[in-house]
């Protein structure tokens, strides 16, 4: 068990979203996120209703070949893992891996309307995940590593490793820091459920990598524009207004945003952060 409390608050939060019900609007903002970080609309179009990608906003790239095994990192509602699952064909194996059982729950509940037989899940903490050594070809993560404490992010990546076969390789998507972050950002539990405030920067990510024995190792800023998350803020928000049970959202599809942290959002995301995309080989 975890005893830091972010994990609780991120399990919760991740969890109320599994539950959520969008509104049309609420939709039509994920999808134009999730268009504007890489999912093609056609990949949007072809997984099931109740699938949308909440908290996965980055497109994994090289994602699996026909035959292999590709474990996604933090699945959430499953649709990387169902992406996967047709590129790896019938031979080739999906598995998502998550923390949140609404989730898997929900997840599992998608695999069966796409009639993906070779997806799987994994209830487990990204740190300490119960598959053998050398399972798989390719991990996928799509803003993820980030929510994990720094105190244990290293574990993460030692996992990753642990997890590929020889010659397997790591194509993730994260959100890394620029330069230092405000105080009030780095203090904010809303902006750290949001992808932002727990961000690793470029060389400390470089760092965990090499230590982990990762080789080859790539990180490419895509210059894609964190502001585009202002228009779920704001909309959520306003939502907010209205019941006191809705709670605004903010990057990643999901963090609440206070009323007293409202002024946060004066602030140009891309001054702090960035989207990147992270390889990796294991030899």
Not at 204 to 232: H, M, P, Q
Request: aromatic share 8%; proline share 5%; with cysteine.
């Amino acid at each position: 068990m975890h005893s830091n409390p972010i994990y609780t608050h991120v399990k919760d939060r991740y969890g109320d979203l599994a539950d959520r019900t969008s509104t049309s609007e609420q939709k039509r903002i994920e999808q134009n996120i999730a268009q504007a970080f890489g999912y093609e609309a056609a990949e949007l179009s072809s997984i099931p209703p109740g699938c949308e990608p909440w908290s996965e906003l980055w497109k994994s790239l090289s994602p699996g070949q026909p035959g292999e095994t590709v474990i996604d990192l933090g699945s959430g509602g499953g649709i990387d893992v169902l992406l996967a699952a047709k590129k790896v064909g019938s031979r080739g194996k999906a598995i998502g891996v998550d923390m949140t059982k609404s989730m898997l729950e929900l997840a599992r509940k998608n695999a069966e309307k796409a009639g993906a037989s070779n997806a799987s899940f994994v209830e487990a903490s990204i740190t300490a995940i119960p598959l053998p050594d050398a399972t798989a070809n390719c991990i996928i993560s799509n803003c993820v590593v980030n929510l994990v404490p720094t105190a244990d992010k290293h574990l993460v990546f030692k996992e990753m490793f642990r997890l590929l076969q020889p010659g397997g390789r790591l194509a993730i998507s994260d959100i890394l820091t620029r330069r230092e972050l405000p105080q009030e950002v780095t203090n904010s539990l809303s902006f750290y459920v949001g992808c932002i405030a727990g961000a690793s920067q470029v060389h400390e990510y470089e760092k965990y990598l090499s230590d982990a024995g990762f080789k080859d190792i790539a990180i490419v800023d895509t210059r894609s524009d964190l502001n585009v998350y202002k228009d779920l803020v704001q909309e959520q928000m306003d939502v907010g207004k209205t019941s006191d049970k809705s709670e605004p959202a903010g990057c990643c599809g999901g963090a609440p945003v206070k009323n007293a942290e409202g002024d946060l959002l004066m602030y140009d995301f891309n001054e702090w952060a960035g989207s990147f995309q992270i390889y990796a080989v294991k030899q």
